[in-house]
Every structure is written in structure tokens, then in C-alpha cells.
């Protein structure tokens, strides 16, 4: 993430519960991907997990991109 998108974050993530929540579930995903990572041979299922895992971690990621575009789009009026 780049910088401008982290300080948008810790300044709105306070007050706005969905982009929390989003930014939660972000993380917990990547912790979950890094975990399988350390793991050297992978079964089926847990392949089809981490393929799982990658997809709603790109999901909430675009989730956190339009509200952030949000932000960014009230920032650009204001200033």
C-alpha cells in the first residue's frame, strides 16, 4: 500500500466502521496467506483454500480502493 493510502487510512478508519472492518479482514487474510506460506507442500484442499483466501483478500483490497477513492475525491474539493 502506499504511503497516501496508509494515512488515509489511520485518519479515517476511526470513525468509518466498513473501512475498519475491511482493513481487519485485509490483514487477517494476509496472516492466513503467510502462514500457508511457511507450510512446504500444500494438500488439494488447502491449495483451494489459499486460492479462496487470495480472492476475497482481492476483493476487500478493491472494497478498500473505492472507499478510499471516496476519501480522496472529498479531499480534492477541500483543498
Known sequence: MEKKDIELIETY???DEELRRCVAEHKHFE???EAFSQTTHLTPEEEVEQKRI??????GRDKIEQILAKY????????
Not at 487470495?54 to 476483493?59: C, G, I, N, S, T
Not at 480522496?72 to 483543498?79: D, E, V, Y
Open 13 to 15: 478508519a476511526a470513525t
Open 31 to 33: 496472516e492466513m496467506l
Open 54 to 59: 487470495k480472492k476475497l483478500k482481492l476483493k
Open 72 to 79: 480522496r475525491k472529498t479531499a480534492a474539493h477541500a483543498g
